[in-house]
């Protein structure tokens, strides 16, 4: 079973360019998370989507990030524009049912110049 | 609110040492506790899970962490310590209480290990 993928696996953009990034969940898992870890702090929670519905966004950290999950499958996550602070690396994990373990992806890290 | 703390963010050990990292949890309803772990250029790998089940957990690779509800700890060891342990090592509480069930981690805990 393949698990959770994400591309790219790194990403090099200049401040105020739009960046893309995509999940793909492990198949059959409702439910879809986003995290971010900037250098030398904690992982923290971005959003949380059950299907193709954001159930908790809170993490989010203003509103020049996007995310969607079209049809319940893979999801996006668009910065735009990208500012400085916006360099981490990017997590995505999915799970089955709510209170299942979350499989985590390798990551994307996004360096903003 | 949920949190976790990880004591040490480097900490060095011999090869054939005990590992021991340290995480201590702070929840208002009976946690979800994970230790995960990073190797260099991969993602994040469950070690082991504690869901209120057995307190001593075993999990891969020979690590094992007991959660303690009196120290509101969830240590991980590992009796021998090998070069391939070589990592970063992250504790994680599941936020039931919010019903969404999202991580909140630690700030990790490098392991280094001297041959």
């Known amino acids: 079973e393949a698990g959770v993928t994400q591309f790219p696996s790194h990403s090099v953009i200049e401040k105020g360019q739009t960046v893309t990034l995509r999940c793909d969940p492990i198949s059959g898992h409702d439910n879809l998370y986003w995290y971010r870890r900037v250098m030398g702090k904690e992982i923290k929670f971005l959003l949380h989507?059950?299907?193709?519905?954001?159930?908790?966004e809170s993490g989010m950290p203003n509103n020049r990030f996007l995310a969607e999950r079209t049809g319940g499958t893979y999801s996006t996550l668009k910065v735009q524009p990208a500012e400085l602070e916006d360099s981490g690396v990017y997590f995505c994990?999915?799970?089955?049912?709510?209170?299942?373990?979350?499989?985590f992806g390798p990551g994307t890290r996004l360096t903003v110049l | 609110a949920q949190s976790v703390t990880q004591l040490g963010s480097h900490v060095s050990v011999s090869e054939g040492a005990l590992v021991l990292l340290r995480c201590n949890y702070s929840s208002s309803v009976p946690p979800y506790l994970f230790w995960y772990v990073q190797y260099p250029n991969q993602g994040l790998q469950l070690l082991l899970k504690?869901?209120?089940?057995?307190?001593l957990v075993k999990g891969i690779n020979g690590f094992e962490a007991e959660f303690k509800k009196s120290e509101t700890s969830f240590h991980l060891t590992k009796p021998s310590a090998h070069m391939s342990d070589a990592a970063e090592y992250f504790c994680?509480?599941?936020?039931?209480?919010?019903?969404?069930?999202?991580?909140?981690f630690g700030t990790g805990t490098r392991l280094k290990v001297l041959a």
């Open positions: 504690y869901t209120s089940a057995a307190t």
């Open positions: 994680a509480v599941s936020d039931r209480k919010s019903g969404t069930y999202k991580y909140i």
């Open positions: 994990a999915s799970s089955q049912g709510l209170a299942d373990t979350q499989y």
């Open positions: 989507f059950v299907k193709e519905s954001k159930q908790d």
